[in-house]
């Protein structure tokens, strides 16, 4: 079955780095755009980022461009995102998703597949 596995989260000090990575198995991965979301407490589920199949194209949430670059290595069916200078309001769980057909979408409901999310915290 399909299954997305993320990692790379954890506890930092506001304008840290961190580097997320999701691997995929069980699907064709060169096949499938990619999104990275998020979802703090008591708030929805938002996008952060999304690479289409090649990586040609990308497109970020305002409140992460400049900051959180998105990547993908088809060779090791694996998607980054490379999280800069962060600031306490980005911590949130962060889930990697797949979608069929090679756009870039903001939607949640676009995805088809999910991973089960890690936890981002950074404190102030």
């Known amino acids: 079955q399909v299954q997305l596995v993320e990692s790379g989260g954890g506890l930092v000090q506001a304008g840290d780095s961190l580097r997320l990575s999701c691997a995929a198995s069980?699907?064709?991965?060169?096949?499938?755009?990619m999104g990275w979301f998020r979802q703090a407490p008591g708030k929805d589920r938002e996008f952060v980022a999304a690479i289409t199949r090649s990586g040609g194209s990308t497109k970020y949430a305002d409140s992460v461009k400049g900051r959180f670059t998105i990547s993908r290595d088809n060779a090791k069916n694996t998607v980054y995102l490379q999280l800069n200078s962060l600031k306490p309001e980005d911590t949130a769980v962060y889930y990697c998703?797949?979608?069929?057909?090679?756009?870039?979408?903001?939607?949640?409901?676009?995805?088809?597949?999910w991973g089960q999310g890690t936890q981002v915290t950074v404190s102030s």
């Open positions: 998703a797949a979608k069929l057909f090679d756009y870039v979408s903001l939607r949640p409901s676009d995805y088809s597949y």
């Open positions: 069980g699907l064709l991965f060169s096949g499938y755009t």
